[in-house]
């Protein structure tokens, strides 16, 4: 950041903390990217009744605060600019007052996107395969990112900051980075989201306009700590998992949890002072009988509500594998139906593109390929809601894939088509929904909403399974014939189902079919219909 950016920035900082007449939350700060294109809400605080002025970009409007102190101004949809420009905030006119005249330096106008999800959305960039031809090339000063982090019990109108460091760089030692707003530069971006960073870079070659990302990302997420509290009935699982909640909150004792640690962990030293390989003790929290990951509502509070209203482009969520089990898994798609239209409301923006990466490969007990499809329901079922398809780039014991490059780029391109509207870029779902069964051969392909979808084979046909004698078994025979993929028993059984890449593990030369943009062909099956 630029020395003049940084003092304005420190002294707009204290004089909110100290009791300023004008406060807005942190994350109307320096180096911030505003949406183009769309209406974007500024807000905060002053004396009662005042009147506040805002001027940006040619723009100078104002509005009165009501007899609470709260005020809303609303600047008019702005053209993309890289140049950075000066925000200032006025109050009854008092120019000069450190507290009731406030600049926000380099400010830009551009595309806005929101992360979350758990930690492969979290993912830091220097983790990833491209990292170092990322660090190269990143001289972006035009490209912002900003971390929100903290949970809460209720909503929050501010954000705890942890600018470019994720959970595990915390754990590991990193102080909280208070400044929310940072360029992208080689020695910034280390921390970044790895799928953020990519798909912002390309998102800015190609529109060349500025880009912001928001960072609001935590490894081992469930939906359910990120769905308001008041949206909780709709769905049976979270209703019962949140009055599960306060009756173990009711019966909760923070210091009686804290005495039991500090004896295990006086216990931990021991152990580990006498050689043996044990794990130490989790801390308690005050506010909460569960961990961030678990609470009902608590990432939302702490990150979701306080930025709702700040005008974005989209949503990209990658999460899934802390419901892929159990209840959870049970209502995956009913929790997506509350979760998406939840946050367009906050925003009161129906527009939102949402975007869903989908579960890769990994070797775990849990229901993966029941989930993936879980994803793809709910994308196909939400208005304005996308999911892409990595099943190529897993890792058979790793659950962070490490190539986060053609995650990005997949994410871009579906919003380049969806949200961006390029029609010359094809859809890129498409999945087997048609099958013929005769004795034992079965003809696999597209119908429905997919008829007429062209797919490529690179080599021959291979990830299907048939249904034969009630079991699933890897086909034994599989050719290609036209638009058609064409399987056998060996046997001569009679084959009952069909299905393509639907295992927890998925080894990547089985992903054979590829729509155009080497998209590949999503995960499917088929079981026969008894007559």
Same mark, same amino acid.
């Given at each position: 950041?630029?020395? $003049?950016?940084?003092?304005?920035?420190?002294? #707009?900082?204290?004089?909110?903390?100290?009791?300023?007449?004008?406060?807005?939350?942190?994350?109307?700060?320096?180096?911030?990217?505003l949406q183009?294109?769309?209406?974007?809400?500024?807000?905060?605080?002053?004396?009662?009744?005042?009147?506040?002025?805002?001027?940006?970009?040619?723009?100078? $409007?104002?509005?009165?605060?009501?007899?609470?102190?709260?005020?809303?101004?609303?600047?008019? !949809?702005? /053209? #993309?600019?890289?140049?950075?420009?000066?925000?200032?905030?006025?109050e009854?006119?008092?120019?000069? *007052?450190?507290?009731?005249?406030?600049?926000? &330096?380099?400010?830009?106008?551009?595309?806005?996107?929101?992360?979350?999800?758990q930690?492969?959305?979290? =993912?830091?960039?220097?983790?990833?395969t491209?990292?170092?031809?990322?660090?190269s090339?990143?001289?972006?000063?035009?490209?912002?990112?900003?971390?929100?982090?903290?949970?809460?019990?209720? !909503?929050?109108?501010?954000?705890?900051?942890?600018?470019?460091?994720?959970?595990?760089?915390?754990?590991?030692?990193?102080?909280?980075?208070?400044?929310?707003?940072?360029?992208?530069? &080689?020695?910034?971006? #280390?921390?970044?989201?790895?799928?953020?960073?990519?798909?912002? @870079?390309?998102?800015?070659? *190609?529109?060349?306009?500025?880009?912001?990302?928001?960072? %609001?990302?935590?490894?081992?997420?469930?939906?359910?700590? =990120?769905?308001?509290?008041?949206?909780?009935e709709?769905? &049976?699982?979270?209703?019962?998992?949140?009055? $599960?909640?306060k009756?173990?909150?009711?019966?909760?004792?923070?210091?009686?949890a804290?005495? +039991?640690?500090?004896?295990?962990?006086?216990?931990?030293?021991?152990?580990?002072?006498?050689?043996?390989?044990?794990?130490?003790?989790?801390?308690?929290?005050?506010i909460?009988?569960? *961990?961030?990951?678990?609470?009902?509502?608590?990432?939302?509070?702490?990150?979701?509500?306080?930025i709702?209203?700040?005008?974005?482009?989209?949503?990209? =969520?990658?999460?899934?594998?802390?419901?892929?089990?159990?209840?959870?898994?049970?209502?995956?798609?009913?929790?997506?139906?509350t979760?998406?239209?939840?946050?367009?409301?906050?925003?009161?923006?129906?527009?939102?593109?949402?975007?869903?990466v989908?579960? %890769?490969?990994?070797?775990?007990? =849990?229901?993966?390929?029941?989930?993936?499809?879980?994803?793809?329901?709910?994308?196909?079922?939400?208005?304005?809601?996308?999911?892409v398809?990595?099943?190529?780039?897993?890792?058979?014991?790793?659950?962070?894939?490490?190539? /986060?490059?053609?995650?990005?780029?997949?994410?871009?391109?579906?919003?380049?088509?969806?949200?961006?509207?390029?029609?010359?870029?094809?859809?890129?779902?498409?999945a087997?929904?048609?099958?013929?069964?005769?004795?034992?051969?079965?003809?696999v392909?597209?119908?429905?909403?997919?008829?007429?979808? $062209?797919?490529?084979?690179?080599?021959?046909?291979?990830?299907?399974e048939?249904?034969?004698?009630? /079991?699933?078994?890897?086909?034994?025979?599989?050719?290609?014939?036209?638009? +058609?993929?064409?399987?056998?028993?060996?046997?001569?059984?009679?084959?009952?189902?069909?299905?393509?890449l639907?295992?927890?593990?998925? @080894?990547?030369?089985?992903?054979?079919?590829?729509?155009?943009?080497?998209?590949?062909?999503?995960?499917?099956?088929? @079981?026969?219909?008894?007559?």
């Open positions: 950041m630029r020395l $003049k950016h940084l003092l304005a920035t420190v002294a #707009a900082l204290a004089a909110y903390s100290a009791g300023a007449d004008i406060w807005m939350p942190s994350f109307f700060n320096a180096n911030m990217v183009r294109e769309k209406p974007v809400k500024i807000w905060g605080t002053s004396d009662a009744n005042a009147k506040i002025e805002i001027s940006f970009a040619g723009q100078k $409007k104002s509005a009165k605060a009501d007899a609470d102190g709260n005020w809303v101004v609303t600047l008019d !949809p702005m /053209k #993309a600019s890289d140049k950075g420009a000066d925000l200032r905030v006025l009854n006119g008092k120019a000069g *007052n450190p507290k009731s005249d406030i600049t926000l &330096p380099n400010v830009l106008v551009g595309e806005v996107w929101l992360l979350s999800g930690s492969n959305m979290e =993912w830091p960039l220097r983790l990833t491209d990292y170092e031809k990322a660090k090339r990143a001289n972006y000063p035009a490209m912002r990112e900003m971390k929100i982090i903290g949970f809460t019990a209720e !909503p929050q109108k501010n954000i705890e900051s942890g600018s470019h460091l994720t959970n595990i760089d915390i754990a590991s030692g990193g102080a909280k980075d208070k400044t929310p707003w940072r360029e992208t530069t &080689p020695e910034s971006i #280390a921390g970044y989201s790895g799928v953020g960073f990519y798909f912002a @870079e390309f998102l800015q070659k *190609n529109l060349g306009v500025p880009v912001g990302i928001i960072n %609001t990302s935590l490894g081992g997420s469930a939906m359910r700590a =990120w769905i308001p509290e008041g949206e909780m709709k769905v &049976p699982y979270l209703k019962r998992d949140l009055e $599960k909640y009756i173990a909150m009711a019966e909760y004792d923070y210091d009686a804290m005495k +039991k640690y500090e004896a295990n962990m006086e216990k931990f030293k021991a152990d580990k002072a006498a050689g043996k390989k044990v794990w130490p003790p989790k801390k308690p929290n005050p909460s009988c569960r *961990n961030a990951q678990g609470m009902p509502s608590g990432l939302y509070n702490a990150r979701i509500a306080p709702a209203g700040f005008a974005i482009r989209g949503i990209l =969520w990658y999460q899934g594998e802390s419901d892929s089990f159990g209840d959870s898994l049970a209502e995956f798609e009913e929790q997506m139906k979760l998406v239209p939840a946050w367009r409301k906050a925003w009161n923006d129906q527009s939102l593109g949402f975007y869903q989908m579960l %890769t490969s990994f070797q775990t007990g =849990w229901k993966w390929p029941e989930t993936r499809l879980a994803q793809c329901r709910s994308a196909q079922s939400i208005p304005g809601c996308y999911i398809n990595i099943m190529d780039i897993g890792a058979k014991k790793d659950i962070h894939p490490r190539n /986060k490059t053609d995650v990005g780029k997949r994410l871009w391109l579906c919003a380049w088509r969806n949200t961006y509207g390029n029609d010359k870029i094809p859809d890129n779902f498409a087997f929904d048609t099958a013929e069964f005769k004795g034992d051969c079965a003809k392909g597209f119908g429905g909403a997919n008829a007429g979808r $062209k797919f490529t084979c690179k080599g021959t046909p291979r990830g299907f048939v249904k034969s004698k009630g /079991k699933w078994i890897k086909a034994p025979f599989a050719e290609l014939e036209g638009d +058609k993929i064409v399987l056998h028993t060996n046997d001569n059984s009679e084959i009952e189902g069909v299905r393509y639907w295992n927890n593990v998925v @080894e990547s030369d089985d992903v054979c079919l590829w729509l155009a943009d080497d998209m590949p062909v999503f995960p499917s099956m088929i @079981e026969k219909q008894s007559d």
